[in-house]
Protein backbone atom coordinates (compact mmCIF):
# COMPACT_ATOMS: atom_id res chain seq x y z
CA UNK A 1 0.00 0.00 0.00
CA UNK A 2 1.36 3.48 -1.01
CA UNK A 3 0.94 6.08 1.91
CA UNK A 4 2.40 9.09 -0.46
CA UNK A 5 -0.47 11.88 0.13
CA UNK A 6 0.30 13.23 -3.30
CA UNK A 7 -1.09 9.48 -4.80
CA UNK A 8 -4.31 10.52 -5.00
CA UNK A 9 -4.08 14.27 -6.78
CA UNK A 10 -1.70 12.79 -9.17
CA UNK A 11 -3.70 9.85 -9.57
CA UNK A 12 -6.94 12.41 -10.17
CA UNK A 13 -4.38 13.86 -12.60
CA UNK A 14 -3.63 11.43 -14.90
CA UNK A 15 -7.07 9.91 -14.85
CA UNK A 16 -8.31 13.73 -16.03
CA UNK A 17 -5.74 13.84 -18.25
CA UNK A 18 -6.74 10.34 -19.73
CA UNK A 19 -10.62 11.44 -20.10
CA UNK A 20 -9.30 15.12 -22.15
CA UNK A 21 -7.15 12.63 -24.23
CA UNK A 22 -10.33 10.07 -24.78
CA UNK A 23 -12.86 13.40 -25.41
CA UNK A 24 -10.41 14.62 -28.12
CA UNK A 25 -9.77 11.50 -29.78
CA UNK A 26 -13.43 11.22 -29.70
CA UNK A 27 -14.03 14.31 -31.35
CA UNK A 28 -11.26 13.83 -34.04
CA UNK A 29 -13.06 10.61 -34.80
CA UNK A 30 -15.97 12.37 -35.29
CA UNK A 31 -14.56 14.52 -37.54
CA UNK A 32 -15.55 14.06 -41.51
CA UNK A 33 -12.81 15.92 -43.97
CA UNK A 34 -14.83 16.45 -47.31
CA UNK A 35 -12.45 17.17 -50.14
CA UNK A 36 -13.91 19.21 -52.53
CA UNK A 37 -12.72 19.80 -55.92
CA UNK A 38 -13.23 23.11 -58.27
CA UNK A 39 -12.06 25.89 -60.28
CA UNK A 40 -11.78 29.74 -60.27
CA UNK A 41 -13.58 31.45 -59.79
CA UNK A 42 -16.54 29.05 -58.83
CA UNK A 43 -14.15 27.88 -56.02
CA UNK A 44 -15.23 31.23 -54.32
CA UNK A 45 -18.83 30.92 -53.61
CA UNK A 46 -16.89 27.59 -51.69
CA UNK A 47 -14.90 30.23 -49.73
CA UNK A 48 -17.74 32.23 -49.00
CA UNK A 49 -19.63 28.97 -48.04
CA UNK A 50 -17.53 27.26 -45.52
CA UNK A 51 -17.89 29.19 -42.47
CA UNK A 52 -21.83 29.44 -43.14
CA UNK A 53 -21.52 25.46 -43.58
CA UNK A 54 -19.73 25.46 -40.24
CA UNK A 55 -22.34 26.43 -38.15
CA UNK A 56 -24.51 23.65 -39.37
CA UNK A 57 -22.35 21.35 -39.70
CA UNK A 58 -19.81 21.50 -37.02
CA UNK A 59 -18.52 17.94 -37.30
CA UNK A 60 -17.61 18.60 -41.09
CA UNK A 61 -13.92 20.08 -42.44
CA UNK A 62 -14.07 21.09 -45.90
CA UNK A 63 -10.80 21.22 -47.99
CA UNK A 64 -10.72 23.00 -50.99
CA UNK A 65 -8.69 21.91 -53.53
CA UNK A 66 -8.59 24.08 -56.68
CA UNK A 67 -6.95 24.23 -60.13
CA UNK A 68 -7.14 26.23 -63.00
CA UNK A 69 -10.24 25.44 -65.28
CA UNK A 70 -8.48 23.16 -68.14
CA UNK A 71 -6.31 21.40 -66.02
CA UNK A 72 -8.90 21.05 -62.98
CA UNK A 73 -11.31 18.93 -65.99
CA UNK A 74 -8.31 17.15 -67.51
CA UNK A 75 -7.77 16.09 -63.48
CA UNK A 76 -10.94 15.16 -62.53
CA UNK A 77 -10.80 13.35 -65.97
CA UNK A 78 -8.30 11.47 -64.85
CA UNK A 79 -9.35 10.44 -61.85
CA UNK A 80 -12.80 9.28 -63.01
CA UNK A 81 -11.04 6.72 -65.53
CA UNK A 82 -8.64 5.30 -62.81
CA UNK A 83 -10.97 5.49 -59.74
CA UNK A 84 -7.99 7.24 -57.57
CA UNK A 85 -7.70 10.96 -56.23
CA UNK A 86 -11.63 11.17 -56.72
CA UNK A 87 -12.63 14.03 -54.41
CA UNK A 88 -15.94 13.42 -52.26
CA UNK A 89 -17.69 16.65 -53.98
CA UNK A 90 -16.74 17.17 -57.65
CA UNK A 91 -17.25 21.11 -59.77
CA UNK A 92 -18.18 21.16 -62.74
CA UNK A 93 -18.80 23.51 -65.93
CA UNK A 94 -21.04 23.38 -68.11
CA UNK A 95 -19.23 22.53 -71.16
CA UNK A 96 -18.15 19.60 -69.56
CA UNK A 97 -21.37 18.14 -68.04
CA UNK A 98 -22.33 15.56 -70.93
CA UNK A 99 -19.10 14.13 -71.25
CA UNK A 100 -19.02 13.26 -67.02
CA UNK A 101 -22.63 11.98 -67.22
CA UNK A 102 -21.77 9.95 -70.20
CA UNK A 103 -18.78 8.39 -68.38
CA UNK A 104 -21.08 6.60 -65.37
CA UNK A 105 -18.59 7.50 -63.09
CA UNK A 106 -21.18 9.79 -60.71
CA UNK A 107 -23.59 9.60 -59.07
CA UNK A 108 -27.09 9.39 -60.46
CA UNK A 109 -28.08 11.94 -57.78
CA UNK A 110 -31.93 11.64 -59.24
CA UNK A 111 -31.66 7.95 -57.50
CA UNK A 112 -32.44 7.04 -54.01
CA UNK A 113 -31.44 7.71 -51.71
CA UNK A 114 -30.86 11.34 -53.21
CA UNK A 115 -34.01 11.68 -55.20
CA UNK A 116 -32.79 15.03 -56.50
CA UNK A 117 -35.73 15.09 -58.99
CA UNK A 118 -37.83 16.22 -56.12
CA UNK A 119 -35.83 19.67 -56.25
CA UNK A 120 -36.19 20.28 -59.64
CA UNK A 121 -39.47 22.21 -59.28
CA UNK A 122 -37.15 24.94 -57.02
CA UNK A 123 -35.02 25.87 -60.24
CA UNK A 124 -35.33 27.91 -63.10
CA UNK A 125 -37.11 25.69 -66.07
CA UNK A 126 -33.97 25.81 -67.96
CA UNK A 127 -31.45 24.60 -65.33
CA UNK A 128 -32.03 21.53 -63.97
CA UNK A 129 -32.65 19.52 -67.19
CA UNK A 130 -28.34 20.39 -67.99
CA UNK A 131 -27.04 17.94 -65.81
CA UNK A 132 -29.62 15.22 -66.77
CA UNK A 133 -27.60 12.27 -68.99
CA UNK A 134 -29.41 10.95 -71.72
CA UNK A 135 -30.72 7.98 -69.98
CA UNK A 136 -32.84 10.34 -67.42
CA UNK A 137 -29.82 10.05 -64.82
CA UNK A 138 -29.26 13.10 -62.47
CA UNK A 139 -25.80 13.25 -62.78
CA UNK A 140 -24.72 16.92 -61.53
CA UNK A 141 -26.86 19.86 -59.75
CA UNK A 142 -26.65 23.32 -60.87
CA UNK A 143 -25.65 25.86 -58.54
CA UNK A 144 -25.29 28.94 -60.90
CA UNK A 145 -26.12 29.88 -64.59
CA UNK A 146 -25.50 32.60 -67.13
CA UNK A 147 -27.85 34.58 -68.67
CA UNK A 148 -27.00 35.51 -72.00
CA UNK A 149 -25.76 39.38 -71.04
CA UNK A 150 -24.27 42.07 -73.73
CA UNK A 151 -21.84 44.24 -71.69
CA UNK A 152 -21.05 47.39 -73.16
CA UNK A 153 -19.24 50.73 -72.18
CA UNK A 154 -21.70 53.66 -72.40
CA UNK A 155 -18.61 56.26 -71.91
CA UNK A 156 -17.41 55.04 -74.90
CA UNK A 157 -20.92 54.37 -76.73
CA UNK A 158 -21.73 58.56 -76.16
CA UNK A 159 -18.37 59.19 -77.75
CA UNK A 160 -19.54 57.56 -80.79
CA UNK A 161 -22.71 58.47 -80.99
CA UNK A 162 -24.29 55.14 -80.79
CA UNK A 163 -26.83 53.91 -78.17
CA UNK A 164 -27.81 50.70 -76.53
CA UNK A 165 -31.22 50.82 -79.00
CA UNK A 166 -28.31 50.80 -81.72
CA UNK A 167 -26.91 47.90 -80.44
CA UNK A 168 -29.60 45.39 -79.65
CA UNK A 169 -32.24 46.05 -82.08
CA UNK A 170 -30.46 43.41 -84.30
CA UNK A 171 -27.56 41.25 -85.27
CA UNK A 172 -26.63 43.72 -88.23
CA UNK A 173 -27.43 46.72 -86.58
CA UNK A 174 -24.99 45.25 -83.71
CA UNK A 175 -22.45 44.98 -86.61
CA UNK A 176 -23.21 48.31 -88.14
CA UNK A 177 -23.33 50.37 -85.15
CA UNK A 178 -20.04 48.89 -83.66
CA UNK A 179 -18.34 49.70 -87.02
CA UNK A 180 -19.00 53.18 -85.76
CA UNK A 181 -17.87 52.92 -82.62
CA UNK A 182 -14.51 51.75 -84.14
CA UNK A 183 -14.19 54.47 -86.99
CA UNK A 184 -14.89 57.01 -83.92
CA UNK A 185 -13.09 55.83 -80.75
CA UNK A 186 -10.81 53.13 -82.45
CA UNK A 187 -12.47 50.36 -79.91
CA UNK A 188 -13.09 47.28 -80.80
CA UNK A 189 -16.56 45.65 -79.44
CA UNK A 190 -15.97 41.99 -80.01
CA UNK A 191 -13.32 39.63 -78.47
CA UNK A 192 -13.12 37.90 -81.33
CA UNK A 193 -15.72 36.83 -84.34
CA UNK A 194 -16.41 33.61 -82.40
CA UNK A 195 -17.85 35.75 -79.58
CA UNK A 196 -20.75 36.48 -81.82
CA UNK A 197 -21.23 32.61 -82.99
CA UNK A 198 -21.15 31.16 -79.58
CA UNK A 199 -24.11 33.69 -78.65
CA UNK A 200 -26.02 33.32 -81.61
CA UNK A 201 -25.74 29.19 -81.79
CA UNK A 202 -27.28 29.28 -77.88
CA UNK A 203 -30.27 31.74 -78.66
CA UNK A 204 -31.52 29.30 -81.50
CA UNK A 205 -32.17 26.13 -79.72
CA UNK A 206 -35.00 24.82 -79.64
CA UNK A 207 -36.45 23.21 -75.98
CA UNK A 208 -34.96 19.87 -75.25
CA UNK A 209 -32.24 19.87 -78.55
CA UNK A 210 -28.63 19.91 -77.54
CA UNK A 211 -25.72 23.01 -78.81
CA UNK A 212 -24.81 21.03 -81.48
CA UNK A 213 -26.41 17.72 -81.29
CA UNK A 214 -30.66 17.56 -81.92
CA UNK A 215 -32.88 15.74 -79.86
CA UNK A 216 -31.70 12.19 -81.51
CA UNK A 217 -28.26 12.90 -81.12
CA UNK A 218 -27.49 13.88 -84.90
CA UNK A 219 -24.63 16.39 -85.33
CA UNK A 220 -26.60 20.37 -86.34
CA UNK A 221 -23.44 21.81 -87.67
CA UNK A 222 -24.75 22.14 -91.02
CA UNK A 223 -27.89 23.27 -90.30
CA UNK A 224 -29.56 27.63 -90.81
CA UNK A 225 -28.67 28.14 -87.38
CA UNK A 226 -24.80 27.54 -87.89
CA UNK A 227 -24.59 29.01 -91.02
CA UNK A 228 -25.93 32.04 -90.09
CA UNK A 229 -24.02 32.69 -86.90
CA UNK A 230 -20.92 31.92 -89.16
CA UNK A 231 -21.78 34.63 -91.55
CA UNK A 232 -22.12 37.11 -88.44
CA UNK A 233 -18.91 36.37 -87.53
CA UNK A 234 -17.75 36.65 -91.03
CA UNK A 235 -19.34 40.30 -91.50
CA UNK A 236 -17.70 41.43 -88.22
CA UNK A 237 -14.43 40.15 -89.41
CA UNK A 238 -15.09 42.27 -92.25
CA UNK A 239 -15.91 45.40 -90.72
CA UNK A 240 -13.08 45.42 -88.46
CA UNK A 241 -15.10 45.27 -84.84
CA UNK A 242 -13.15 42.06 -83.01
CA UNK A 243 -9.65 42.24 -81.57
CA UNK A 244 -8.10 38.63 -82.68
CA UNK A 245 -8.14 38.21 -78.72
CA UNK A 246 -7.86 35.38 -76.65
CA UNK A 247 -10.46 35.58 -74.05
CA UNK A 248 -9.32 35.03 -70.44
CA UNK A 249 -5.59 35.67 -71.79
CA UNK A 250 -3.51 38.95 -70.44
CA UNK A 251 -4.26 40.34 -73.83
CA UNK A 252 -8.20 40.22 -73.15
CA UNK A 253 -7.71 41.51 -69.24
CA UNK A 254 -5.18 44.30 -70.93
CA UNK A 255 -7.72 45.43 -74.35
CA UNK A 256 -10.54 46.33 -71.45
CA UNK A 257 -7.98 48.18 -69.11
CA UNK A 258 -6.73 50.20 -72.01
CA UNK A 259 -10.24 51.40 -73.17
CA UNK A 260 -9.44 49.12 -76.46
CA UNK A 261 -12.59 46.67 -75.94
CA UNK A 262 -15.99 48.59 -75.51
CA UNK A 263 -18.41 45.47 -75.29
CA UNK A 264 -18.43 41.69 -74.37
CA UNK A 265 -21.43 39.27 -75.20
CA UNK A 266 -21.29 36.79 -72.03
CA UNK A 267 -23.29 35.09 -69.07
CA UNK A 268 -24.19 37.43 -66.12
CA UNK A 269 -21.73 36.47 -63.85
CA UNK A 270 -18.79 38.36 -66.04
CA UNK A 271 -20.25 41.36 -64.21
CA UNK A 272 -17.83 39.60 -61.16
CA UNK A 273 -14.93 39.33 -63.22
CA UNK A 274 -15.08 43.13 -64.02
CA UNK A 275 -16.02 44.33 -61.10
CA UNK A 276 -12.49 42.27 -59.34
CA UNK A 277 -9.78 42.24 -62.24
CA UNK A 278 -11.29 42.50 -65.63
CA UNK A 279 -11.81 46.48 -65.58
CA UNK A 280 -12.12 47.50 -61.63
CA UNK A 281 -10.58 51.06 -63.10
CA UNK A 282 -14.17 51.13 -65.24
CA UNK A 283 -16.40 51.12 -62.28
CA UNK A 284 -19.61 52.89 -63.05
CA UNK A 285 -19.08 52.52 -67.34
CA UNK A 286 -20.07 49.67 -67.84
CA UNK A 287 -23.85 48.94 -68.60
CA UNK A 288 -25.92 45.62 -69.18
CA UNK A 289 -27.94 44.69 -71.69
CA UNK A 290 -30.40 42.61 -73.55
CA UNK A 291 -28.91 40.66 -76.27
CA UNK A 292 -29.58 41.91 -79.54
CA UNK A 293 -32.55 40.72 -81.66
CA UNK A 294 -34.27 40.35 -78.42
CA UNK A 295 -32.75 36.58 -77.92
CA UNK A 296 -32.17 34.77 -74.58
CA UNK A 297 -29.43 32.25 -74.13
CA UNK A 298 -27.86 30.57 -71.46
CA UNK A 299 -23.94 31.13 -71.26
CA UNK A 300 -22.09 29.46 -69.05
CA UNK A 301 -23.40 27.60 -65.29
CA UNK A 302 -21.08 25.47 -63.24
CA UNK A 303 -22.65 22.08 -61.55
CA UNK A 304 -21.98 19.86 -58.41
CA UNK A 305 -21.59 16.23 -58.66
CA UNK A 306 -20.65 13.21 -56.05
CA UNK A 307 -18.22 10.30 -57.66
CA UNK A 308 -19.50 6.92 -57.24
CA UNK A 309 -16.09 5.86 -55.71
CA UNK A 310 -16.43 7.40 -52.40
CA UNK A 311 -17.55 6.49 -48.64
CA UNK A 312 -18.68 9.50 -48.12
CA UNK A 313 -21.59 10.24 -49.94
CA UNK A 314 -24.47 11.34 -47.07
CA UNK A 315 -21.89 13.87 -45.87
CA UNK A 316 -21.23 14.94 -50.09
CA UNK A 317 -24.92 15.09 -50.45
CA UNK A 318 -25.37 16.93 -47.96
CA UNK A 319 -22.95 19.88 -49.21
CA UNK A 320 -24.05 19.79 -52.42
CA UNK A 321 -27.85 20.52 -51.44
CA UNK A 322 -26.41 23.49 -49.24
CA UNK A 323 -24.34 24.93 -52.34
CA UNK A 324 -26.98 24.28 -54.51
CA UNK A 325 -30.53 25.22 -52.90
CA UNK A 326 -29.24 27.55 -49.89
CA UNK A 327 -30.78 31.02 -50.68
CA UNK A 328 -28.07 32.36 -48.21
CA UNK A 329 -25.24 31.13 -50.28
CA UNK A 330 -26.68 31.62 -53.58
CA UNK A 331 -27.38 34.82 -52.52
CA UNK A 332 -23.99 35.64 -51.16
CA UNK A 333 -22.33 34.15 -54.42
CA UNK A 334 -24.82 36.92 -56.41
CA UNK A 335 -23.85 39.65 -54.39
CA UNK A 336 -19.91 38.86 -54.24
CA UNK A 337 -19.50 36.77 -57.73
CA UNK A 338 -22.43 37.80 -60.15
CA UNK A 339 -23.05 34.31 -59.94
CA UNK A 340 -26.47 34.19 -61.32
CA UNK A 341 -28.72 31.84 -58.75
CA UNK A 342 -29.69 28.41 -60.27
CA UNK A 343 -32.73 28.93 -57.72
CA UNK A 344 -35.59 30.90 -58.01
CA UNK A 345 -36.51 31.57 -54.57
CA UNK A 346 -32.95 33.82 -54.47
CA UNK A 347 -34.61 36.12 -56.44
CA UNK A 348 -36.75 38.17 -54.20
CA UNK A 349 -37.99 41.82 -55.43
CA UNK A 350 -36.49 43.67 -53.01
CA UNK A 351 -33.12 42.30 -53.77
CA UNK A 352 -33.44 42.32 -57.45
CA UNK A 353 -34.19 45.81 -57.38
CA UNK A 354 -30.99 47.18 -55.89
CA UNK A 355 -29.04 49.46 -58.18
CA UNK A 356 -25.13 47.61 -59.10
CA UNK A 357 -22.82 50.61 -58.50
CA UNK A 358 -20.21 48.98 -61.01
CA UNK A 359 -23.41 48.91 -63.68
CA UNK A 360 -23.87 52.94 -62.87
CA UNK A 361 -26.17 51.85 -60.39
CA UNK A 362 -28.54 49.86 -62.90
CA UNK A 363 -31.25 47.22 -61.85
CA UNK A 364 -29.44 45.16 -63.81
CA UNK A 365 -30.96 42.18 -61.96
CA UNK A 366 -34.07 42.68 -62.84
CA UNK A 367 -32.62 42.10 -66.88
CA UNK A 368 -31.15 38.68 -65.54
CA UNK A 369 -34.05 37.31 -64.31
CA UNK A 370 -36.44 38.52 -66.84
CA UNK A 371 -33.66 36.45 -69.49
CA UNK A 372 -33.60 33.26 -66.77
CA UNK A 373 -37.55 33.08 -67.54
CA UNK A 374 -37.02 32.48 -71.05
CA UNK A 375 -33.90 30.76 -71.58
CA UNK A 376 -34.80 27.43 -73.28
CA UNK A 377 -33.69 24.48 -71.35
CA UNK A 378 -30.24 22.75 -73.43
CA UNK A 379 -29.70 18.96 -73.59
CA UNK A 380 -26.14 17.83 -72.80
CA UNK A 381 -24.35 15.70 -75.15
CA UNK A 382 -21.06 13.53 -74.13
CA UNK A 383 -19.81 14.89 -77.57
CA UNK A 384 -19.98 18.55 -76.65
CA UNK A 385 -16.23 19.15 -76.51
CA UNK A 386 -15.36 17.20 -79.60
CA UNK A 387 -18.39 19.42 -81.64
CA UNK A 388 -16.48 22.45 -79.97
CA UNK A 389 -13.35 21.81 -81.13
CA UNK A 390 -14.73 21.08 -84.87
CA UNK A 391 -16.94 24.29 -85.26
CA UNK A 392 -13.89 26.24 -83.63
CA UNK A 393 -11.65 24.96 -86.25
CA UNK A 394 -14.07 25.55 -89.31
CA UNK A 395 -14.95 28.97 -88.19
CA UNK A 396 -10.64 29.78 -88.66
CA UNK A 397 -11.17 28.11 -91.61
CA UNK A 398 -13.20 30.53 -92.66
CA UNK A 399 -11.91 33.82 -90.73
CA UNK A 400 -8.02 33.20 -92.11
CA UNK A 401 -7.78 30.56 -94.63
CA UNK A 402 -10.77 31.81 -96.56
CA UNK A 403 -13.09 28.64 -96.69
CA UNK A 404 -16.68 29.36 -98.08
CA UNK A 405 -18.73 29.14 -95.09
CA UNK A 406 -21.17 26.26 -96.47
CA UNK A 407 -17.73 24.14 -98.02
CA UNK A 408 -16.45 24.94 -93.77
CA UNK A 409 -19.79 23.73 -92.25
CA UNK A 410 -19.90 20.64 -94.76
CA UNK A 411 -16.68 19.45 -94.07
CA UNK A 412 -17.49 20.10 -90.19
CA UNK A 413 -20.85 18.23 -89.93
CA UNK A 414 -18.98 15.17 -91.94
CA UNK A 415 -16.04 15.15 -89.52
CA UNK A 416 -18.04 15.17 -86.62
CA UNK A 417 -20.68 12.55 -87.54
CA UNK A 418 -17.23 10.16 -88.27
CA UNK A 419 -16.10 10.93 -84.79
CA UNK A 420 -19.01 10.28 -83.09
CA UNK A 421 -20.75 7.69 -85.00
CA UNK A 422 -23.46 9.14 -85.66
Not at 175 to 194: F, N, W
Request: net charge positive.
Amino acid sequence: MNANPLFPARRAVLLGAAALAFAQGTVAAATTTLTVASFPSFDDSIKLAIPLYKKLHPEVEIKLVSLGYADHHTAMTTALATGANLPDVMGLEINYIGKFAESKGLEDLGAAPYNAKQMQKLFHAFAFPQGVDASGSVAAIPADVGPGTLFYRKDILDKAGVTEADLNKSWESFITSSKTVREKTGAYMLTSAADIVNIYIRTTIKPGEGLYFDKAGKPQLDTPRFKKAFELAVAARKADIDGKIAPWSNEWREAFRSNKLASQMMGAWLTGHLTAWLNPEAAGQWRAAPLPAGAFASWGGSFYAIPKVGKQKKEAWEFVKFMTTNKEIQTLSFVKMGAYPAIVEAQDKAFLSEPIPYLGGQQARLLWSDAAAKIPSMKPDRFDGVALEITTAALDDVLERGKSVDQALADANAQLKRRTRR
